[in-house]
């Protein structure tokens, strides 16, 4: 009688959530819900979030929201995939490419754009990288063939590559893991006496207290010790 109950006025909240959130949304002209379902679409973004951008979009100067409409509507014609790493850039190549002061036989093997950038703010590194825009997933149906997989392999094997290290910097997860391992097994055997493979090392993050640590990340930590 009590689950029915409980049942009753989870069904009687979940509907008015709902009545609500339709309400709340058919009070809005369409040129605002329009942005904001829009919105809405974007990651991490919730239905509160998206009127309150979308509201915040409405009060921009005209010049300004001119200025980002623009910016949107041009944003998939301008932005192409560099030619060497495969980096965001509206040119061939990348800015990351041109620079010589960048050390051309260092490259970093990154899942995504955004695991490039977190380099590039921390200013840790002075290699090039090489994007290969995803990871060996089987669930999500992505194979070696869906990724920059084959690139890297001919980059590596152009006899004028003056590549001399490799760095395996895909993410420790076991996606991450399975692509590094499928890369390697691909890399093994090129260019024996000149190319280094390398993977980032694992460990206990910056702050962190052991007694809270998962048992793999101590286990890699215990196993990746440095001399002291
Ligand atoms: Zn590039």
Do not use: W
Not at 25 to 34: A, D, Q, V
Not at 70 to 76: D, G, M, S
Not at 89 to 108: A, F, L, Y
């Amino acid at each position: 009688m009590n689950y029915l109950l409980v049942g009753l006025v989870t069904l009687v909240v979940l509907v008015g959530l709902i009545v609500g959130s339709i309400k709340l949304m058919s009070s809005l002209p369409n040129s605002l819900k329009n942005i904001s379902l829009f919105l809405e679409r974007l990651p991490g973004i919730g239905e509160k979030t998206a009127n309150r951008l979308a509201f915040f979009l409405l009060n921009l100067p005209d010049e300004d929201l001119k200025e980002f409409a623009e910016n949107v509507a041009t944003l998939k014609l301008k932005t192409k995939l560099c030619k060497k790493c495969f980096n965001f850039t509206e040119d061939e190549t990348c800015e990351i490419c041109n620079d010589q002061k960048r050390d051309q036989s260092v490259t970093c093997v990154v899942e995504t754009v955004l695991d490039l950038l977190s380099f590039e703010q921390g200013r840790i590194y002075n290699g090039v990288y090489h994007v290969l825009h995803g990871k060996i997933d089987p669930l999500n149906r992505m194979g070696p063939e869906d990724i920059k997989i084959r690139e890297l392999i001919s980059k590596i094997k152009d006899q004028k590559s003056k590549i001399k290290e490799i760095i395996l910097a895909t993410n420790p997860d076991m996606e991450g893991e399975a692509t590094a391992m499928y890369i390697k097994s691909k890399l093994t055997g090129l260019r024996v006496n000149e190319l280094k493979i390398t993977r980032l090392a694992y460990g206990l993050p910056m702050g962190a207290n052991l007694e809270y640590a998962d048992y793999m990340t101590l286990k890699k930590a215990i196993e990746g010790r440095n001399k002291f």
